[in-house]
C-alpha cells in the first residue's frame, strides 16, 4: 500500500503526509541495531572453567585433562569448545617493558628463552583438539585472587607494581598479547580491582596494593560512576576489535550485575553477568536465576544474558542431587545462559555426564532464534518458564522452586497456543510424548524441572507476538533515568557473607526495565481498565529496536498503562522503518483506552517504537505496546 487509511478519530495519519517529530537525540531512529554483535556469540558459548572446580589452584595439566575429557567424551561434538583458564595463571607484570609473565612453575609450555613467556604453545595445542582457548583479567589494577582469596595459591609476585596485572593503564598492550600474540579467542574482564581495593582496604592500608577507587560499590548505585565503569570496558571492547580483525574472540564482561550493567553490558560485551558469584547451593542458583528471568528483552544473539557458570557436579548439584542438577542444567539452557562447565572432569561419572550432555536440552540453548525463554508464570513457589524456538515450536519449563512436591497446571494461554486443539508436549529428559487440551495439571517432586517441546496451533496464526520474540527486540532506551535495584530476586545467603550485616539486600540495578507481558515493574498490563495477557511494557521517553526479518506489518494497541504514577503529561507512540517514519498516534493520556497503530513493515530490516513523553522527567510513566506483534501473512 501507498499510504495507510486514516484511522477514525485522527488516531493514525497516512504516512506520508506524516511531518517530521521532535525527539530527544536517544528518542531519535537510528535505522541501526544497537546491542553487540561484535565477536563470536551469536549462540551462547559453551565449554568449561577452571574457577568453580579449581579456583586460583589451576595449572596446565588441570587444563589440559579437561579439555581431553571435553573431546573424549563426546561433549566437544556436542558444542562444548571454550576451555578457560580462569585466575591463578600470572607470576607478575615486568616492569620495564609492561608485559604480563606467566607463571611457568604451573604453565610450563610458557616458558620462552628470552624469559618474555608465551600462552601460544598452550591455545596452540587447545586449536589441534577442535577446542577454543580462554583467559581471564580484571579491569582494575588487581585481580578478585588477590582482593578476595590473597592467601591461596598462585598468587601474582614481587613488589606492588609487579603485583599489578589487571587491564587498568594497560589495555591495549594486554589486549593484543592475549589475542594477537598468544592466540585466544575468549576472555573474561573481572572487576575486583575497581571494587575491592579502596583506600579504606586493609591490604591498601597494610601496603599490600595500591588503591583505586573504589569506582563500583556493590551495595549503593549511587557511590558507584556508571559512566566510568562503562568507559572502562568500553575501553577493552574497542581494543578487542583492533586485536582480532577476523573478529573470532568473544568479550565476557563479569560486573556481577553492579553498575547498572544489566542495561548497557548487552552494548559491549558478548555476555554479561548479571548477578554474584553462584555458589553450589540451591538458592543461590535461584539467586542467579531470577537476575536474569526477568531480563529477556536485555539478551540477545551477540549479546547474553549470564547468570553466572554452572555448578553441576558440586553441592546441591552433585550426584546426590541429580534432580537439582537436571533443574539448574534445563534452566540455564531456557534463559540461554552460557553453557560453561565448572567442575573437575576427571571426577566426573556418568550420571553428570548424561546431564552435561544432554542434546536435547543443548538445543534449547543453542536454538539460533535466540528468544531467551520468558515467564509465562511467575511466583516464589513454582515458574513456567517458554520460549519460541526457530522451528516453529515452544520450550517449556515448569520449575518447582520448593523443597517439597507441588502440583502445577500447564495451559495453552501459557504457551500461546491454541485450547481448542491439541497440544503435544515431548519430555527433554525422558523422552516420552504426551498430548492435552486448554491444560494440564503435572505433580513436580522438590526442586524438579519438567522440560518439554511443545506442538499445537498458535493463537496467532499469521505471525509472532513480539513478546514471543525478545531475541529480536532490543530496548535501545528503556525510559530509566534513575537506576534502581530490582526487589524481585530470591535473596539466598552468600556463603562466605554467612549472617554478617544486615542481610542480603536488593543490588543489582534494572528495576522499571523493557518488560514482556507485563509492565517495567512487573504488574499486569491495562489501559484504561482494560487488560492484556500479551505485549511490551516499558516507560514513556523510551525506543525499541525490532528486527522485522519477514514480516509484512506490524500491529499493535498502544496507550498509558493504568499503573502509571504521575499521569499528568501525554505519551505520543511512533513506528519507524529503517529510519522512516511509518505511523503514529495522537497523543495519548492516562484513561484514554487503548488505540490501533499498524505499519507495513515488507522490506524493511528494523522497526522501530518510540514511546515520546514529556523530556526530563525523572520516573516516566509506564506505557504499552499492546498485543504487539509481526504478520508474515
Same mark, same amino acid.
Given at each position: 500500500?501507498?499510504?495507510?487509511?486514516?484511522?477514525?478519530?485522527?488516531?493514525?495519519?497516512?504516512?506520508?503526509?506524516?511531518?517530521?517529530?521532535?525527539?530527544?537525540?536517544?528518542?531519535?531512529?537510528?535505522?541501526?541495531?544497537?546491542?553487540?554483535?561484535?565477536?563470536?556469540?551469536?549462540?551462547?558459548?559453551?565449554?568449561?572453567?577452571?574457577?568453580?572446580?579449581?579456583?586460583?589452584?589451576?595449572?596446565?595439566?588441570?587444563?589440559?585433562?579437561?579439555?581431553?575429557?571435553?573431546?573424549?567424551?563426546?561433549?566437544?561434538?556436542?558444542?562444548?569448545?571454550?576451555?578457560?583458564?580462569?585466575?591463578?595463571?600470572?607470576?607478575?607484570?615486568?616492569?620495564?617493558?609492561?608485559?604480563?609473565?606467566?607463571?611457568?612453575?604451573?604453565?610450563?609450555?610458557?616458558?620462552?628463552?628470552?624469559?618474555?613467556?608465551?600462552?601460544?604453545?598452550?591455545?596452540?595445542?587447545?586449536?589441534?583438539?577442535?577446542?577454543?582457548?580462554?583467559?581471564?583479567?580484571?579491569?582494575?589494577?588487581?585481580?578478585?585472587?588477590?582482593?578476595?582469596?590473597?592467601?591461596?595459591?598462585?598468587?601474582?609476585?614481587?613488589?606492588?607494581?609487579?603485583?599489578?596485572?589487571?587491564?587498568?593503564?594497560?589495555?591495549?598492550?594486554?589486549?593484543?598479547?592475549?589475542?594477537?600474540?598468544?592466540?585466544?579467542?575468549?576472555?573474561?574482564?573481572?572487576?575486583?580491582?575497581?571494587?575491592?581495593?579502596?583506600?579504606?582496604?586493609?591490604?591498601?592500608?597494610?601496603?599490600?596494593?595500591?588503591?583505586?577507587?573504589?569506582?563500583?560499590?556493590?551495595?549503593?548505585?549511587?557511590?558507584?560512576?556508571?559512566?566510568?565503569?562503562?568507559?572502562?570496558?568500553?575501553?577493552?571492547? $574497542?581494543?578487542?576489535?583492533?586485536?582480532?580483525?577476523?573478529?573470532?574472540?568473544?568479550?565476557?564482561?563479569?560486573?556481577?550485575?553492579?553498575?547498572?550493567?544489566?542495561?548497557?553490558?548487552?552494548?559491549?560485551?558478548?555476555?554479561?553477568?548479571?548477578?554474584?558469584?553462584?555458589?553450589?547451593?540451591?538458592?543461590?542458583?535461584?539467586?542467579?536465576?531470577?537476575?536474569?528471568?526477568?531480563?529477556?528483552?536485555?539478551?540477545?544473539?551477540?549479546?547474553?544474558?549470564?547468570?553466572?557458570?554452572?555448578?553441576?557436579?558440586?553441592?546441591?548439584?552433585?550426584?546426590?542431587?541429580?534432580?537439582?542438577?537436571?533443574?539448574?542444567?534445563?534452566?540455564?539452557?531456557?534463559?540461554?545462559?552460557?553453557?560453561?562447565?565448572?567442575?573437575?572432569?576427571?571426577?566426573?561419572?556418568?550420571?553428570?555426564?548424561?546431564?552435561?550432555?544432554?542434546?536435547?536440552?543443548?538445543?534449547?540453548?543453542?536454538?539460533?532464534?535466540?528468544?531467551?525463554?520468558?515467564?509465562?508464570? $511467575?511466583?516464589?513457589?513454582?515458574?513456567?518458564?517458554?520460549?519460541?524456538?526457530?522451528?516453529?515450536?515452544?520450550?517449556?519449563?515448569?520449575?518447582?522452586?520448593?523443597?517439597?512436591?507441588?502440583?502445577?497446571?500447564?495451559?495453552?494461554?501459557?504457551?500461546?497456543?491454541?485450547?481448542?486443539?491439541?497440544?503435544?508436549?515431548?519430555?527433554?529428559?525422558?523422552?516420552?510424548?504426551?498430548?492435552?487440551?486448554?491444560?494440564?495439571?503435572?505433580?513436580?517432586?522438590?526442586?524438579?524441572?519438567?522440560?518439554?517441546?511443545?506442538?499445537?496451533?498458535?493463537?496467532?496464526?499469521?505471525?509472532?507476538?513480539?513478546?514471543?520474540?525478545?531475541?529480536?527486540?532490543?530496548?535501545?532506551?528503556?525510559?530509566?533515568?534513575?537506576?534502581?535495584?530490582?526487589?524481585?530476586?530470591?535473596?539466598?545467603?552468600?556463603?562466605?557473607?554467612?549472617?554478617?550485616?544486615?542481610?542480603?539486600?536488593?543490588?543489582?540495578?534494572?528495576?522499571?526495565?523493557?518488560?514482556?507481558?507485563?509492565?517495567?515493574?512487573?504488574?499486569?498490563?491495562?489501559?484504561?481498565?482494560?487488560?492484556?495477557?500479551?505485549?511490551?511494557?516499558?516507560?514513556?521517553?523510551?525506543?525499541?529496536?525490532?528486527?522485522?526479518?519477514?514480516?509484512?506489518?506490524?500491529?499493535?494497541?498502544?496507550?498509558?498503562?493504568?499503573?502509571?504514577?504521575?499521569?499528568?503529561?501525554?505519551?505520543?507512540?511512533?513506528?519507524?522503518?529503517?529510519?522512516?517514519?511509518?505511523?503514529?498516534?495522537?497523543?495519548?493520556?492516562?484513561?484514554?483506552?487503548?488505540?490501533?497503530?499498524?505499519?507495513?513493515?515488507?522490506?524493511?530490516?528494523?522497526?522501530?517504537?518510540?514511546?515520546?513523553?514529556?523530556?526530563?522527567?525523572?520516573?516516566?510513566?509506564?506505557?504499552?505496546?499492546?498485543?504487539?506483534?509481526?504478520?508474515?501473512?
Amino acid at each position: 500500500m501507498a499510504s495507510w487509511r486514516r484511522w477514525t478519530g485522527g488516531l493514525l495519519l497516512a504516512a506520508a503526509a506524516l511531518p517530521a517529530v521532535a525527539a530527544g537525540q536517544a528518542l531519535a531512529p537510528t535505522g541501526r541495531w544497537s546491542a553487540n554483535t561484535a565477536g563470536r556469540a551469536s549462540l551462547p558459548p559453551m565449554g568449561w572453567n577452571s574457577w568453580n572446580a579449581f579456583y586460583t589452584d589451576v595449572d596446565e595439566e588441570k587444563v589440559l585433562a579437561s579439555a581431553k575429557s571435553i573431546v573424549d567424551s563426546g561433549l566437544a561434538a556436542k558444542g562444548y569448545r571454550y576451555v578457560n583458564i580462569d585466575d591463578g595463571w600470572w607470576l607478575q607484570r615486568r616492569q620495564r617493558d609492561g608485559r604480563v609473565l606467566i607463571r611457568t612453575a604451573t604453565f610450563p609450555s610458557a616458558r620462552t628463552a628470552d624469559g618474555a613467556t608465551s600462552f601460544r604453545p598452550l591455545t596452540d595445542r587447545l586449536h589441534a583438539m577442535g577446542l577454543k582457548a580462554g583467559i581471564y583479567t580484571d579491569i582494575g589494577r588487581n585481580s578478585c585472587g588477590q582482593a578476595y582469596t590473597a592467601n591461596g595459591p598462585n598468587q601474582p609476585e614481587g613488589s606492588m607494581a609487579e603485583r599489578e596485572i589487571g587491564l587498568y593503564d594497560h589495555v591495549d598492550g594486554d589486549i593484543r598479547a592475549y589475542f594477537a600474540e598468544w592466540g585466544f579467542d575468549y576472555i573474561k574482564v573481572d572487576g575486583c580491582g575497581i571494587r575491592a581495593l579502596g583506600p579504606d582496604s586493609k591490604m591498601v592500608q597494610g601496603g599490600r596494593y595500591r588503591a583505586l577507587g573504589p569506582i563500583v560499590d556493590v551495595d549503593s548505585l549511587g557511590r558507584t560512576d556508571i559512566a566510568a565503569v562503562r568507559g572502562l570496558y568500553q575501553q577493552v571492547a $574497542d581494543a578487542l576489535k583492533r586485536h582480532n580483525p577476523d573478529g573470532d574472540y568473544i568479550f565476557s564482561v563479569c560486573l556481577w550485575g553492579s553498575a547498572d550493567v544489566r542495561s548497557w553490558g548487552r552494548f559491549i560485551g558478548g555476555t554479561s553477568r548479571t548477578s554474584e558469584d553462584i555458589t553450589a547451593s540451591w538458592t543461590r542458583m535461584l539467586h542467579n536465576l531470577d537476575s536474569t528471568s526477568r531480563r529477556a528483552l536485555y539478551g540477545h544473539p551477540g549479546s547474553w544474558n549470564d547468570p553466572d557458570m554452572l555448578f553441576i557436579g558440586t553441592g546441591d548439584f552433585d550426584k546426590d542431587h541429580l534432580t537439582e542438577a537436571r533443574a539448574h542444567f534445563s534452566l540455564w539452557a531456557m534463559v540461554n545462559a552460557p553453557l560453561l562447565i565448572g567442575y573437575d572432569l576427571r571426577k566426573a561419572g556418568p550420571e553428570l555426564m548424561a546431564i552435561l550432555g544432554n542434546e536435547r536440552i543443548i538445543a534449547l540453548n543453542q536454538d539460533p532464534a535466540g528468544n531467551q525463554a520468558t515467564l509465562a508464570f $511467575d511466583s516464589e513457589d513454582v515458574q513456567i518458564y517458554v520460549k519460541a524456538l526457530a522451528d516453529g515450536t515452544k520450550a517449556v519449563a515448569i520449575l518447582n522452586r520448593r523443597d517439597k512436591p507441588f502440583d502445577a497446571t500447564l495451559t495453552a494461554d501459557h504457551l500461546k497456543l491454541r485450547a481448542d486443539a491439541d497440544i503435544s508436549l515431548d519430555d527433554l529428559w525422558t523422552g516420552t510424548r504426551t498430548s492435552f487440551r486448554d491444560e494440564r495439571k503435572f505433580t513436580l517432586a522438590a526442586h524438579q524441572a519438567l522440560v518439554f517441546r511443545a506442538r499445537g496451533g498458535r493463537q496467532l496464526p499469521n505471525g509472532l507476538y513480539l513478546s514471543e520474540l525478545p531475541g529480536r527486540v532490543n530496548p535501545a532506551v528503556d525510559g530509566i533515568t534513575v537506576p534502581e535495584n530490582e526487589p524481585m530476586i530470591h535473596r539466598g545467603i552468600l556463603h562466605w557473607n554467612s549472617t554478617r550485616g544486615g542481610g542480603e539486600r536488593p543490588r543489582y540495578a534494572g528495576w522499571g526495565g523493557a518488560q514482556v507481558d507485563a509492565t517495567p515493574y512487573g504488574e499486569t498490563l491495562g489501559i484504561a481498565g482494560k487488560r492484556y495477557a500479551t505485549g511490551l511494557g516499558v516507560l514513556a521517553n523510551s525506543r525499541l529496536e525490532v528486527r522485522a526479518g519477514d514480516a509484512k506489518r506490524f500491529t499493535a494497541s498502544v496507550g498509558v498503562d493504568d499503573t502509571a504514577r504521575d499521569r499528568s503529561h501525554p505519551v505520543r507512540f511512533l513506528v519507524y522503518g529503517d529510519g522512516r517514519l511509518l505511523a503514529r498516534s495522537k497523543p495519548m493520556r492516562f484513561g484514554e483506552a487503548a488505540v490501533p497503530i499498524a505499519a507495513d513493515v515488507a522490506g524493511v530490516k528494523l522497526v522501530e517504537l518510540v514511546a515520546e513523553g514529556k523530556t526530563g522527567e525523572r520516573f516516566p510513566d509506564p506505557v504499552v505496546w499492546a498485543d504487539a506483534a509481526l504478520v508474515t501473512q
